[in-house]
C-alpha cells in the first residue's frame, strides 16, 4: 500500500465542442477534473479524450450522487469497489471505455489504486492497467473538503449562454445552430438594453461581428458591468461558422490557465508554433474566405505532440491571402491569425 501523500484537488476542464471539417461535431463539455500533485489526472492518460463522472450537464441528483459515490458514502458501481474516473464525452456508456480505479479508505486516508481501461463489468489489470499511475494516497480532511464543497453550492454551471451581436442575420443563424448542435445555448441580439441582469447572468460570453462598432460593443459591455456580470468578449475574426465556433469555446474555457494542454499558438515566416504542456493529440485546421465569400478548410497537421514548443511547416496553398489557425486538443482550442506572409 502506498505510504506517500499526494495532494487532491479539484478544478474546472472542457471537453472543448467544435464543428469538424468533415461535416462531424463534438459536444462541448463542462466538468470537474481532478487535480493530483497539482496537475490534472487526465494529463497522465496522454491522449485520452474523455469526462470526468462530475460533469456540469447532468441533473443535480446524479450529480450529487457521484459525488457521494467518491466519498464512498455509497456502494461502489463496478465489482472490485471500482469507479468509474473518466468517461466517454459523447455518451458515457461504459461499452465505448472508461478509465475506473479502485478507490477505498485506510483509516482517514482515500487511496486510489489499480487504474485500468474497462469496457465492461470487469477489468483485466494485466492486459489494460495503467501500470504507471499510481497509487495514491489522499488526506482524509483535504479529499472530503475539495468533494464536499461540490456539494454546497460550488458545482459547475449548467450548460453555456452565448449572446451574439452582429449585422450579418443570416451568419449568426447559422453559428447558433452550429453551437446548439455542439451543446452550447446561443442567442441572437442587436444590443444588451433593458435586458435584466438576471438574465444577462445565464451567459458565459459574448461574441461581437466585424460590423458591429465600437460604440455598440462599449454599451453592451456597460450592459454587463452594471449587471455585475463577468463574461468573456469575443471579437469574431472572419464570417466563418466553424472559426467562430472555435473563438467561443476558447472564450468559455473556465479552466485554469497553468492547467491547459494547449498554451501557445503563432504563425509566421513559413509556420505555425504550437506549444502543449503535456503528450496528447493535436490538429491543426486553415481556414480561409476565397473573392466570392466562399469558406475553405485545410487540415494540415493531426498527430501527437510531446510537452514543448513545436513548429509546423505551412502550406502555402492553404494560407494564401488572409487565412486563419485552428488549433485543437481533446480539452482546448486556440485561433489565430495568419501573418501576412506568413507562408513565403
Known sequence: MCAAYTTFGLAPAMR????????????????????????????????????SPLAADVPPAIFTAQVRSLLLESPAPLP??????????????????????????????????????????????????YHGIGPFRFRGAEYRAALGALLNGSAPDTRPRVLLIGARVAVLAKLAAALRTIGVGADIAHDADGVPADELRGYGAVAFGRGIAEQERAAVRRAFERARVPVAYVDGLAPIVPLLVAQIEHALDRSPAGQRRLTALTAADGGADVEVTSACRVTLTAYRLDRLSRTHAHELFDGVLEPGRHRIALDTKAVKGQSFLVARTSGSVLVTAVAQGAAH
Open 80 to 129: 472490485g469497489g471500482r469507479y468509474v474516473v473518466y468517461g466517454c464525452p459523447e455518451c458515457e456508456d461504459l461499452a465505448c471505455g472508461a478509465v475506473t480505479a479502485v478507490i477505498l479508505r485506510d483509516g482517514e486516508d482515500f487511496i486510489w489504486r489499480d487504474f485500468a481501461w474497462q469496457t465492461d463489468d470487469h477489468a483485466d489489470l494485466e492486459r489494460n492497467g
Open 16 to 51: 472543448a465542442g467544435g464543428v469538424l471539417t468533415d461535416g462531424g461535431y463534438q459536444v462541448h463539455r463542462d466538468f470537474v477534473d481532478f487535480i493530483v500533485d497539482g496537475r490534472p489526472l487526465l494529463f497522465r492518460l496522454s491522449d485520452l479524450d474523455a469526462v
